[in-house]
């Protein structure tokens, strides 16, 4: 299966250091400096045992710099690395916000309204029966184009870092696909949950494999980030409003109580702590409800109508995903963002998916 794509619209440098005087000293005893800028913007650090952590750049000198007893990691002049980027979640032009897109399951084909310069492409990628899995696979931060074809168990990515196929088998024709990033690499994994026996198998960006067990036949899979350690959490929704999460950073059980079986289930960051919270739509009122992952209190907005398909996704790109429903009826997506103004713009027809559904359950 190809792509098709749809007509539419040496140097040298010199770095010189002058220090007439110290301004702002860091010194005595055993401590830890983190997050700073060479001890406030460019005086010293000295004195008895202690690590200087995470200031600007790179480490000094090579990847680590040291004297006496002290170590300097990730400072400012050379080597080092920070922390993994974490893209955000169907944005297909790499800005930091989620684009309008919709995949049309008649044509196998992707509309994306790349939300960066207001301009669209058409491309086709699947065929019927295929299930949609758009995520970060290649590390670029961008979302790349992805379907997951039950029927032969394999995923078809399209990266969108070197525009190159990629086919990964994994999972059988019953499986629940669940890809994210559950490793910690930066790049999204192959992960599909079984109902038939509860297993959650990952197949992993870095050549991993795992198997959990979590969950039962009449559960539905609700993986994210609830821990904030920048990895996905293996987690289901069960029928009676539990949410039973296994927390990677701690491999300890969460549980949470929101929702009832005819709910959707929308779990994203609504608070901007990366942290996932635990989240529901309900058709029957358009409420949305979510649990503040740093408070524990419940919130309630209203958006939607019964017919309406939720589409939540960080739109403005500030970090917080913002209630969205695409109303097929007639092609409208009504966005409503956390800083309580909203907006409606055209983009599909009958019978889309939008991709922000894609996980949905």
């Known amino acids: 299966m190809k792509p098709t794509f749809f007509g539419c619209c040496g140097l040298a440098v010199i770095l010189c250091l002058l220090i007439p005087a110290i301004p702002v000293a860091q010194s005595g005893g055993n401590f830890t400096i983190t997050k700073s800028v060479i001890a406030g913007g460019g005086g010293r650090a000295s004195g008895g045992t202690f690590t200087v952590d995470g200031t600007i750049g790179q480490a000094a000198a090579g990847t680590t710099s040291t004297g006496g007893s002290f170590s300097v990691q990730s400072g400012f002049w050379a080597g080092g690395e920070g922390p993994v980027q974490i893209a955000t979640l169907f944005d297909y032009d790499g800005d930091r916000k989620a684009d309008v897109s919709v995949y049309r399951p008649s044509g196998g084909s992707w509309w994306v309204l790349q939300s960066q310069s207001q301009s669209m492409y058409a491309l086709g990628w699947g065929t019927v029966g295929d299930r949609i899995a758009p995520a970060d696979y290649d590390g670029d931060e961008k979302t790349d184009i992805a379907i997951y074809r039950p029927a032969v168990g394999q995923w078809w990515i399209l990266n969108s870092k070197t525009m190159s196929l990629t086919v990964h088998e994994w999972g059988i024709a019953t499986d629940v696909i669940a890809p994210g990033d559950y490793t910690g690499d930066g790049k999204a994994d192959y992960v599909v949950w079984r109902p038939s026996d509860g297993g959650w198998y990952v197949k992993g960006s870095d050549g991993t494999y795992s198997a959990t067990n979590w969950g039962i036949a009449t559960d539905k899979p609700v993986a994210a980030d609830y821990d904030g350690d920048r990895k996905m959490d293996i987690a289901i929704f069960r029928a009676d409003g539990n949410w039973w999460i296994r927390s990677s950073l ?78 097929s009826n007639e092609g409208n997506w009504w966005i409503y963002y956390d800083n309580n103004t909203t907006t409606a713009i055209n983009w599909g027809t009958n019978g889309d998916q939008p991709t922000p559904n894609a996980y949905v359950r």
């Open 250 to 327: 701690t491999l300890g059980t969460i549980v949470r109580n929101l929702g009832i079986g005819t709910d959707r289930l929308v779990p994203s960051d609504y608070t901007g702590d990366d942290k996932a919270d635990v989240a529901i739509w309900r058709p029957s009122d358009g409420g949305w409800w979510y649990l503040d992952s740093t408070t524990g209190a419940a919130v309630v907005r209203q958006w939607g109508i019964p017919t309406d398909i939720p589409a939540p996704a960080d739109y403005d790109g500030n970090g917080k995903t913002d209630l969205g429903v695409f109303r």
